[in-house]
């Protein structure tokens, strides 16, 4: 099983620290934002401490590196042409700093269409999408499956379809699929996750599969809201998650997870992350479903 989380990238210790960090959770995979997700600030490749990085990540067995781009980029926004050029200029550094880093896949959110409606929004980000791949990139750029919180689009995958048919450099593309999300914009990830795999594999082939974000939800499938829950305490539950983790056929496809940190109460703002716990119970495929209390104990 190839699995890890999010781990941050931050001054002083950049790459080193998140090498650590996935390190410390027992992953042998892990995804990092090359700055933060909120904005598109970024240092420079030279200060992120890339050689050290690697060879720690080496050290370490943790060899698939998945990136994420940040959230406020919208490449499907047909309101505002000088934000899509933003976009485009960002997305092409983005690139060149994913593969500095040795990012195999970057997490793309394809978007939003702002009220001019899906078709429009899914045209422009494929034409972006061929503006910013340069041919001989070695990242993938995962576009990710959408809950269909506001505008979103990529909410269905004839949707993230649309984006592949319009793109001329698609051998570029493939998908990153976030059980919470899919759950969320109506798919049934809980009951039966071979029935969207095979929808998925007939409309654009289970190979397109790079990353699987595997979250489970606050809501229920079909509610559109996009908030994700701990491995096993949420609406999709542990056993559909570790069947999801566990799944022959995504075996090479790493399974990140972006789940919340469990806090003590409302008064504890930052809580501890879980994902060593998360970890330990989908390698054991045992849920623990004491293991807050546990962590909290601590
Ligand atoms: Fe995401
Ligand atoms: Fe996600
Ligand atoms: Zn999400």
């Known amino acids: 099983m190839i699995i890890g989380s999010h781990v941050a990238m931050k001054a002083p210790k950049m790459l080193v620290g998140s090498a650590q960090e ?23 490749t030279s200060e992120m401490k890339i050689e050290e990085g690697k060879k720690l990540l080496e050290e370490y067995g943790i060899n698939n590196i998945i990136g994420h781009a940040p959230y406020i980029i919208n490449l499907g926004n047909t309101v505002k042409p000088q934000n ?75 949707q993230i379809a649309q984006i592949f048919d319009h793109c001329q450099k698609n051998d570029k593309l493939s998908v990153t699929i976030d059980t919470c999300h899919m759950s969320d914009a109506g798919y049934d990830i809980k009951n039966d996750f071979d029935g969207v795999l095979n929808e998925f594999d007939h409309i654009l082939g289970i190979g397109k599969i790079s990353v699987v974000h595997l979250n489970d939800s606050k809501n229920e499938q ?25 799944h022959p056929q995504l075996e090479q496809v790493p399974k990140i997870m972006e789940t919340p940190y469990v806090k003590k109460d409302e008064n504890d703002k930052k809580g501890v992350p879980a994902f060593k716990e998360e970890i330990d119970m989908l390698r054991s495929q045992q849920f623990d479903p004491e293991m807050k209390n546990k962590l909290m104990a601590k």
Do not use: W
Request: proline content about 2%; overall charge negative; charged content about 20%.
């Open 84 to 158: 899509l050029q933003f976009g485009i200029e960002f997305m092409q550094g983005e690139i060149k700093r994913c593969d500095a880093l040795g990012i195999q896949a970057l997490s793309f959110h394809p978007g939003a269409h702002l009220g001019k409606g899906p078709d429009v929004a899914l045209k422009q980000i494929a034409e972006a999408m061929d503006e910013i791949i340069d041919e001989n990139q070695n990242v993938s750029i995962a576009i990710e499956t959408m809950a269909g919180k506001g505008t979103e689009v990529g909410t269905s995958i004839e």
């Open 222 to 246: 079909g509610s559109h809201k996009d908030r994700h829950d701990d491995i096993g305490f949420g609406t999709i539950g542990f056993d559909a998650l570790n069947y999801v983790a566990h």
């Open 22 to 44: 996935a390190h410390s959770y027992g992953a042998n995979a892990m995804m990092i934002f090359t700055g933060a997700p909120q904005n598109t600030r970024r240092k420079d």
